[in-house]
C-alpha cells in the first residue's frame, strides 16, 4: 500500500532544544492516531508536516511529495483542524469557510456552494448565517472541521478534534470521523490524548515521548494476534484444569480464585475448553479474549 | 443541500490559479470594513474637499462667472505644482486618520483568535497574506489621496488645454508618486502595529503615536545634540522633504537631505517588515 506519511529522520529544532529527533516511519492506513504526554511533540510534528517549522535533519513525504520541496502542493491536499480556537470573529461561518475554501484553489461560486454543503454536513447548517464569536465550544470545533474538509483533501489532519466536547457532541465528531474513513476519499491523522476516541476510530497508532518515535502500532493486525489470549473464570474443584490445557498446547497462568490467563496455540478449537471443564464438572463462569487495549499498548510505551 | 444528500464528498472541480489567491483576503476585508457605516460616511467627508477644489477649477476656467464677478482670469485660483501640493497634503491628513480608524483590524482580527493557522495550512503564503492585507490599505487609502488629485489634475488639463498639460504633465508623476509612498508607509505602520497589539483601541493609538512621538523625539534629539539628524525619526518631516522635491518646491524649509530622507523611509519599511514577519507566522514559539 503507497504510504500517506513517510518521515525520514525527521528532526526539528527550536533554539538550542530538539524538539523532535530522527523520527523514521512510513504510515499508510486511512486512519493514524498520534499519542503522546505533553510535550511529547505531537503538535509539532503536525506543524511541520504542515511546513509551518523549519527541519533541522531529515524529511519528510506525503503522498509522495517532499515537504521540504513541495509543500505548496501539499498544502492543496491537506485539511487541518487545529487544537486551539481558530476563527475570525466577526465574520459569519459561511463567509468564512467560503473564504478558506477560496484560498485552496476553488473558485468563488464553488467555494461558496461547498461552504453551505459543509455547514449543513457537521451540523452547523441552522447556524450558517451566524456570527462566529457567537458559536459555542462544540460549534467551533465543527466550524473548524468545516474550514478543514471544505476543499475536500485528501488527508485530514486532526488535533485533539473532541476537545471540550460533551458527551453527544463528543459522539457526533467521532461519527463524523468514522463517515469521513467510511468515505474511503480522504485519510485521516487524529492527534488525541483521549486513547478511546483513537481507539474507536484508528487503523494506526504512532506513540511519542521525548519528541522520539517510541511505539507504532497497527491496531488491525493487533486487534487480530490478542485473539489467541484469552481469559477464564471457573467455579468448582479446578485441579488438574490447567496441566490438561498445557496438555492441549496452552500455556497458562493461573491467577488466583479459579480465574485462568492463557495464550491459544494456533488452529486451537474452543469447544476443548468446554469439553475439558465438563469432564470436571467444572462451571465456567466468564470466558472473554483478553485483549491489550490502547491504554495498555500507551502505558507500556511509556515505560520505554 | 437535500437532507438525503448530506454525506461526505470531495471536491473534483477546477482550482483557481494560485497567483491570483492574494486578491481574496482584500476582497473579504474590504467588503468588511464597508459595513461600518463611519467609515463610508468619513470617506464621503475626505472627498468634500477634492469636491469644492474641483468647483473652484471650473469656476477659474469660466469665463462668464469670472466676468459676472468681475474676477481676472488667474486671479481666484492659480492651479499649479504649489496647488496639487497643498490638495496632497490635505488628503494626505485624512489618509492618516482614516489609517488609524482601519489599520487596528488588519492583522489583529486574524490574530486575537488564532486564524493565521487556517490561512497559512492553505497554499497561501505569508507574503500573500501580507500583500493582501497591505492593498487593503492602499486600495482604501488611493481613494482619498491620489486618485481624487490625479481627478483634479485631468479636470484642469482638460480646461487649460493641451499647452498647460504637456508642461505640467510631470506633476501628475508626483500626485501619483508622493501620496502612494506616504500610503504605503501608513499602511506598514499600522500592519506592524496591528499585528504587535491585539487591542484595537491601543493599536489605533500606537499608529498615531508614531507620527507625534517621532515628531516630538526628533525635536528633542535636534535640541539636545544640536544636530538635524533628529528629524529622520520624524516620517511627517521625511515625507515633506521627498514631496517638496517630487512637487519642485522651492520655497520648502527642509533641514535634512533628499538622500537621507530616502534612506530613513527605507529604514522605516525595513522595520515595519521585520515585525510583520516576527509577529504573523502559523504559530508562537513561546521562548
Known amino acids: 500500500m503507497p504510504s500517506v506519511i513517510e518521515l525520514d529522520g525527521l528532526g526539528v529544532r527550536f533554539g538550542n532544544r530538539q524538539i523532535l529527533t530522527d523520527l523514521r516511519v512510513s504510515l499508510s492506513g486511512r486512519t493514524i492516531g498520534l499519542l503522546g504526554p505533553n510535550g511529547a511533540g505531537k503538535s509539532t510534528l503536525i506543524q511541520t508536516l504542515l511546513g509551518f517549522c523549519q527541519l533541522s535533519s531529515g524529511t519528510a513525504r506525503i503522498f509522495g511529495h517532499d515537504i521540504r520541496k513541495s509543500i505548496r502542493e501539499i498544502r492543496t491536499l491537506v485539511g487541518y483542524m487545529p487544537e486551539n480556537d481558530s476563527f475570525i470573529a466577526n465574520m459569519t461561518a459561511v463567509s468564512f469557510i467560503r473564504m478558506m475554501a477560496e484560498l485552496s484553489g476553488l473558485p468563488p461560486d464553488a467555494a461558496l456552494e461547498r461552504a453551505h454543503e459543509v455547514l449543513f454536513y457537521v451540523g452547523l447548517g441552522e447556524a450558517r448565517y451566524r456570527l462566529l464569536g457567537t458559536y459555542s465550544l462544540g460549534m467551533k470545533q465543527l466550524a473548524k472541521l468545516a474550514q478543514a474538509i471544505v476543499h475536500g483533501p485528501r488527508l485530514l489532519i486532526l488535533d485533539e478534534p473532541t476537545n471540550g466536547l460533551d458527551p453527544p457532541a463528543r459522539q457526533r465528531m467521532i461519527r463524523l470521523i468514522h463517515e469521513m474513513k467510511d468515505s474511503g476519499e480522504m485519510h485521516l491523522v487524529l492527534c488525541s490524548h483521549l486513547l478511546r476516541d483513537v481507539e474507536e476510530t484508528c487503523e494506526e497508532v504512532l506513540i511519542l515521548k521525548q519528541g522520539r518515535i517510541v511505539h507504532y502500532s497497527n491496531l488491525e493486525e493487533e486487534r487480530k494476534a ?17 496441566e490438561a490445557l498445557a496438555g492441549l498446547g496452552c500455556e497458562c497462568a493461573t491467577a488466583g480464585f479459579g480465574r485462568l490467563k492463557m495464550v491459544l496455540p494456533v488452529d486451537f478449537e474452543m469447544r476443548e475448553i468446554y469439553r475439558l471443564a465438563a469432564e470436571r464438572d467444572l462451571q465456567l463462569r466468564r470466558l472473554n479474549y483478553r485483549r491489550d487495549t490502547l491504554e495498555d499498548i ?4 511509556m515505560e520505554v | 443541500m437535500a437532507v438525503y444528500k448530506r454525506t461526505y464528498k470531495g471536491y473534483s472541480g477546477t482550482l483557481t490559479p494560485a497567483w491570483s489567491r492574494f486578491m481574496i483576503v482584500p476582497r473579504y476585508s474590504i467588503a468588511r ?3 461600518s457605516r463611519f467609515l463610508v460616511g468619513f470617506r464621503i467627508l475626505c472627498l468634500l474637499f477634492p469636491l469644492g477644489c474641483a468647483g473652484l477649477i471650473y469656476l477659474s476656467h469660466n469665463l462668464s462667472f469670472l466676468k459676472t464677478f468681475n474676477i481676472q482670469a488667474g486671479n481666484l485660483i492659480e492651479v499649479n505644482a504649489k496647488f496639487f501640493l497643498v490638495v496632497s497634503n490635505i488628503q494626505a491628513a485624512f489618509a492618516y486618520f482614516m489609517t488609524a480608524f482601519i489599520g487596528p483590524s488588519l492583522v489583529s482580527s486574524d490574530l486575537t483568535n488564532n486564524a493565521l493557522p487556517l490561512y497559512f495550512c492553505r497554499p497561501f503564503s505569508r507574503t500573500e497574506y501580507v500583500l493582501g492585507k497591505m492593498s487593503v490599505l492602499m486600495y482604501m487609502l488611493a481613494l482619498i489621496t491620489w486618485v481624487p488629485t490625479l481627478i483634479l489634475f485631468v479636470i484642469q488639463a482638460s480646461l487649460a488645454g493641451w499647452e498647460w498639460t504637456r508642461e505640467n504633465l510631470w506633476i501628475a508623476g508626483a500626485i501619483f508618486i508622493g501620496p502612494l509612498i506616504w500610503n504605503a508607509i501608513l499602511s506598514l505602520i499600522a500592519m506592524a502595529m496591528s499585528a504587535w497589539v491585539k487591542w484595537k483601541i491601543a493599536a489605533g493609538a500606537l499608529i498615531l503615536g508614531v507620527f507625534f512621538a517621532g515628531a516630538g523625539f ?4 535636534n535640541a539636545v545634540v544640536r544636530t538635524n539628524y533628529g528629524t529622520l525619526i520624524d516620517l511627517t518631516q ?3 522633504t521627498i514631496w517638496s522635491h517630487l512637487f519642485r518646491n522651492q520655497d520648502a524649509a527642509t533641514t535634512i537631505d533628499l538622500m537621507d530622507a530616502w534612506n530613513a523611509l527605507a529604514v522605516a519599511c525595513a522595520l515595519c517588515l521585520w515585525l510583520l514577519v516576527k509577529k504573523v507566522r502559523a504559530f508562537e514559539v513561546v521562548k
Open chain 2, 33 to 35: 470594513l464597508l459595513q
Open chain 1, 226 to 242: 490478542n485473539k489467541r489470549f484469552v481469559e477464564v473464570e471457573t467455579f468448582g474443584n479446578d485441579a488438574g484444569f490447567a
Open chain 2, 218 to 221: 526628533g525635536a528633542a534629539i
Open chain 2, 238 to 240: 521625511v515625507n515633506y
Open chain 1, 298 to 301: 500507551f502505558l507500556k510505551a
